[in-house]
């Protein structure tokens, strides 16, 4: 009889440990992010105690200076995927390399360019009347803050990319209601941002398929192809450089100068035709010893995706922030002073909270969502991910000069939504006029029907329905949470 090798069976032992280990790091990461998120959420407090140290009304400051880094982390875990999701589905980044780009930019954009003066009344949303009192207003404004980011978080939780901007909008109008009843709302203003939850991602999918659709037409589907890239592709290129410019101008760099729109679109002509001359020889000379095939034509995109989606972040950045740190604003000012102001400025010690917390939500949590946006709702390459990407500069551009809210979440995501469904159309449309998809004789089966479309119908339902709920969700919960902090807190 052979005796057992001691080897294989330590070797055995050893695997099993190994697996094991393996299971217990990926059961304990969602809980290193949690514990390093609460570590973060306490600076933020104490970091909020020392220098409002003997201030009046301190220990609310810093309770919502809490809330403003948990509503910053999660802006970092949601909203940031829409910038980097298609860069990473295309392949063009590496998720590291999105979240070190996103991380910088966003920062950056924050820290720079980041919203100067905010209205603390939340862009008109309710009543300031009604808020007379300087401490109604402040638990208004921080149930507003703690109910927009559970909301979000929720929505990260189960994977749908949602709007901050209109998750403050709902958690504001439910605080404003629970606190002087339906008449401090301002619906007129209300009825604005519900036509934008149609208007938005509509456009900025529309914009998404006309560029697809030029792309195929101009380069895609010609006999030479790379020659023709190398004359679309600086046209492009100068388009991007002129919706950036333009974006940037109108959104980007209002603390250092106010800029009005047809200045921005004099601003974006200049770059667009500077980008435009610049980047002709340096396609040329990426185009050199090319083969004439779609897969050579992705090369030409990727670093201008890649800029792209650095600009992105640099405008969300500067642009989004104040969803985080705006009503943590108000709070200060009105603790400081006793009583509510129209307008406040944002202290930098507020902004950094706001600027460190999303760069913080991105690395711990930004993984899932850019994900899902990127791989999961509809497969990306180089010249979809850049469709998307300016059709969100564009889609807010137009949204500036018509006065709409809009959601950069939104558009960007429609974006995604409508590069999917025009792809779904063009496969159609080829299919029967080359007769592959079906024959004459013998139709289609509906689940093959189902098996070959383009765009999961289950995210994008999902994501439809969590942008309705939003402002609804939001308001109820932040009544609760007003009912809650003026019971026990305010008592």
């Known amino acids: 009889m052979t005796q057992p090798d001691p080897w294989k069976t330590l070797d055995r032992d050893l695997n099993r440990l190994s697996r094991l280990e393996s299971a217990g790091m990926y059961v304990s990461r969602p809980l290193v992010g949690m514990g390093i998120s609460l570590v973060f959420i306490g600076l933020a407090a104490l970091a909020a105690s020392l220098l ?3 201030e009046p009304g301190q220990l609310i400051i810093v309770v919502a200076a809490g809330f403003g880094a948990y509503m910053a982390l999660n802006i970092g875990a949601n909203d940031v995927a829409n910038n980097m ?12 390399g999105a979240i070190l780009i996103a991380a910088i930019f966003e ?12 209205s603390t009344i939340s862009k008109g949303i309710i009543d300031p009347s009604g808020l007379a009192e300087g401490q109604t207003f402040i638990w208004a404004m921080m149930a507003a ?6 909301w979000v978080n929720l929505a990260t939780w189960i994977g749908a990319p949602v709007s901050t901007t209109h998750s403050v909008v709902g958690g504001v109008m439910g605080a404003g209601i629970a606190a002087a009843g339906l008449v401090a709302v301002n619906w007129v203003s209300m009825g604005k941002i ?21 792309i195929k037409w101009k380069i895609i589907y010609v006999e030479d192809k790379i020659a023709a890239a190398r004359k679309w592709v600086p046209v492009l290129i100068g388009i991007m450089a002129a919706a950036f410019g333009t974006y940037l101008a109108i959104k980007g760099l209002k603390k250092i100068i106010k800029i009005d729109l047809p200045t921005a679109l004099l601003i974006g002509l200049i770059a667009g035709i500077a980008f435009t001359l610049i980047s002709k020889p340096f396609i040329r000379r990426q185009a050199e010893g090319l083969e004439n095939r ?18 992105l972040s640099f405008a969300h950045g500067a642009n989004d922030v104040a969803n985080a740190v705006g009503p943590l604003a108000a709070i200060v000012s009105a603790a400081e002073t006793s009583a509510m ?139 609760l949470c007003f009912w809650m902090l003026t019971t026990f807190a305010g008592s």
């Open 85 to 96: 999701g298609p860069a990473v589905g295309a392949k063009a980044l590496s998720m590291l």
């Open 52 to 54: 409002t140290g003997g």
């Open 341 to 479: 102001a129209t307008k406040v400025t944002i202290p930098l010690w507020v902004m950094m909270i706001g600027a460190f917390g999303i760069s913080f939500g991105l690395l711990l949590f930004g993984p899932k969502l850019i994900g899902m946006v990127g791989n999961q709702i509809t497969k990306l390459n180089p010249m979809r991910a850049y469709c998307v990407a300016l059709s969100a500069a564009i889609t807010v551009i137009a949204a500036s000069w018509l006065g709409l809210p809009v959601s950069s979440t939104h558009i960007a995501v429609g974006g995604v939504f409508g590069v999917g469904f025009f792809r779904e159309w063009h496969a159609e449309r080829r299919s029967r006029k080359l007769k592959i998809a079906r024959s004459p004789s013998k139709p289609m089966a509906a689940e093959e029907r189902r098996r070959r479309k383009l765009v999961r119908r289950s995210h994008f339902l999902t994501i439809v329905a969590a942008w309705i709920i939003t402002v609804p969700a939001t308001a109820l919960l932040s009544g």
């Open 107 to 118: 920062s950056a954009g924050a820290l720079l360019a980041g919203g100067d003066v905010v």
């Open 145 to 150: 803050l703690l109910a927009a980011a559970i």
């Open 294 to 311: 779609n897969r050579s034509l992705k090369v030409l995109f990727r670093l201008p995706l890649v800029v792209s989606a650095a600009l």
């Open 194 to 214: 519900a036509a934008s939850w149609v208007i938005s991602p509509a456009l900025g999918g529309l914009i998404a398929a006309a560029m697809l659709a030029f």
